[in-house]
């Protein structure tokens, strides 16, 4: 198999699964999973220059300028050169795809197609632990303790761009944003869609793809 660090992109509206698809395909494969959404409010807790400017955008279910996030991205990739990598959120527009164009050629992008109820389900549902970044769901995969972060014991707190009102807004903005982004990988012939509402049904599958261009870490063959 190719020695050739891993270039790759998962895309996908909010709630898709890309967080949750990342998370398992870093394990997998000790992929370094990078959530630019993780990235942004990371700094807004830190309350940087650039999480000041972000936490009005991300209240509001908007994107953050282009430059902003492509810069912030810059910098963490620039930090993982000698490490393969996975990117969950970014590129989000045809400007972030073609800045990403000038310092990479992707291998492998990962298209996430989920029915629009579905996605309001989920994020209505969805939990998270500001400090880490983990994802829960309390239907899919819940905590251990109500409202419990299961390793820390922190407290888990909902997204104020998953109520209802913002999620509207996010997916017909991310509509609008990923078509060209989508248009422009396919013509590449790098794209690949997974359609379903079931994490675990798409995820064999997405398994079965990326074992084709990096070798699990816990495979008998890499053993
Ligand atoms: N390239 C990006 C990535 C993220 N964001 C901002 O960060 C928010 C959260 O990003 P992310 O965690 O990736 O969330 P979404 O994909 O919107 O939802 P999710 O976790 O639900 O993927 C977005 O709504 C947007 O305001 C952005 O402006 N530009
Ligand atoms: N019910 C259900 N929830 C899921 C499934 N896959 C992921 N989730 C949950 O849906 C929410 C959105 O998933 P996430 O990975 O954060 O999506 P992202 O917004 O694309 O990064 C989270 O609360 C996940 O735990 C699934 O197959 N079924």
Not at 53 to 60: G, I, S
Not at 179 to 192: A, N, Q
């Amino acid at each position: 198999m190719a020695s050739k660090l891993l270039r790759a992109v998962v895309l996908g509206p909010p709630g898709s699964g890309k967080g949750t698809v990342c998370q398992r395909i870093a394990e997998s494969f000790g992929l370094q999973h990078l959530s630019s959404g993780h990235f942004l409010r990371e700094n807004i807790r830190a309350k940087s220059e650039v999480g000041v400017l972000a936490k009005q955008y991300l209240e509001q279910g908007l994107l953050v300028p282009d430059h902003v996030i492509t810069s912030v991205m810059m910098m963490e990739l620039e930090k993982k050169q000698s490490q393969h990598w996975l990117l969950d959120g970014f590129p989000r527009t045809l400007v972030q795809a073609e800045a990403l164009d000038r310092i990479c050629d992707l291998d492998l992008v990962i298209n996430l197609n989920i029915p629009f109820e579905t996605l309001k389900d989920r994020l209505s549902a969805r939990w998270i632990h500001p400090a880490s970044g983990r994802v829960y769901n309390m239907e899919f995969n819940p905590p251990d303790v109500h409202g419990i972060d299961d390793i820390t014991g922190e407290p888990l707190i909902q997204r104020e761009d998953d109520k209802p009102d913002a999620v509207a807004v996010r997916l017909r903005k991310y509509k609008e944003a990923a078509k060209p982004v989508i248009e422009l990988y396919k013509s590449r012939g790098v794209l690949h869609s997974f359609s379903g509402t079931e994490t675990n049904k798409i995820w064999p599958y997405v398994y079965t793809l990326v074992s084709s261009k990096v070798r699990p870490v816990h495979s008998k063959e890499a053993n």
